[in-house]
């Protein structure tokens, strides 16, 4: 199947870090990507992580990939109000050689308590 | 243009009418998707062009639900006959391949609420 799961809500307090979590279904996916949606807004990327890779650090954000496991999370550093929003995990899903199609997960719902 | 726009960014219909989204993405980008996204749900592929092509269109849930893209530029995705189930928030993104790196950029969607 082509499901990809999250945890449906999370809530931290300033400053905290946030940790977000995904499982994904399709082993050959080559990219995964974190998108953010902040309300009345479209999706925006956030970053993303190639499949040989375990982890990738970009500012406050942090990747880890388990391609044994089939899970990847998203570490927010200093988490500020800012932050709030939904956040989608997507895996990419190849089609016939052509542009991949992405896989969204139900998004998980991020709430900062100041 | 600066990014993908969609229009219109609200639509309120009666079961059984037909609509029409609109999706203009950015300038240049070949492929383009559909996605919809229920209350409180991730997003549902519906369909992707390559240029006027529709390699896949393996998530258009119904013969209801149609679309078209005239070249690399606009899509209209069309829903017939509707129902209340089609009630969703409309999303197209669209992005410029790079080998297996497919970054797609979204556009503010369109709120069909079908009463």
């Known amino acids: 199947g082509e499901d990809v799961e999250q945890s449906l809500f999370l809530s931290v307090r300033e400053g905290d870090s946030s940790v977000i979590n995904c499982t994904y279904t399709d082993s050959s996916s080559t990219y995964l990507y974190w998108y953010k949606q902040e309300p009345g807004a479209g999706l925006q990327l956030l970053t993303y992580?190639?499949?040989?890779?375990d982890m990738k650090q970009d500012q406050r954000l942090t990747v880890l990939l388990n391609k044994k496991d089939k899970h990847l999370s998203l570490r927010i550093a200093d988490t500020q109000t800012g932050d709030s929003a939904i956040y989608f995990c997507?895996?990419?899903?190849?089609?016939?050689?052509?542009?991949?199609?992405?896989?969204f997960g139900t998004g998980t719902l991020l709430a900062v308590q100041p | 243009g600066a990014g993908v726009s969609q229009s219109p960014s609200n639509k309120v219909t009666e079961k059984g009418k037909d609509v029409e989204l609109r999706c203009d993405p950015i300038s240049g980008h070949t492929a383009l998707y559909w996605y919809r996204q229920r209350l409180g749900q991730g997003l549902e592929f519906l369909i992707y062009?390559?240029?006027?092509?529709?390699?896949?269109k393996s998530g258009l849930p119904s013969d209801r639900f149609s679309a078209e893209r005239t070249g690399e530029s606009v899509s209209t995705l069309t829903i017939q006959r509707t129902q209340q189930e089609d009630s969703a928030v409309y999303l197209c993104?669209?992005?410029?391949?790079?080998?297996?790196?497919?970054?797609?950029?979204f556009g503010p969607g369109t709120r069909l609420t079908v009463l």
């Open positions: 993104a669209s992005s410029f391949p790079s080998g297996s790196y497919n970054e797609q950029f």
């Open positions: 997507a895996e990419s899903m190849p089609h016939g050689g052509a542009t991949n199609k992405l896989i």
């Open positions: 992580i190639f499949s040989n890779m």
């Open positions: 062009f390559q240029g006027n092509s529709a390699p896949d």
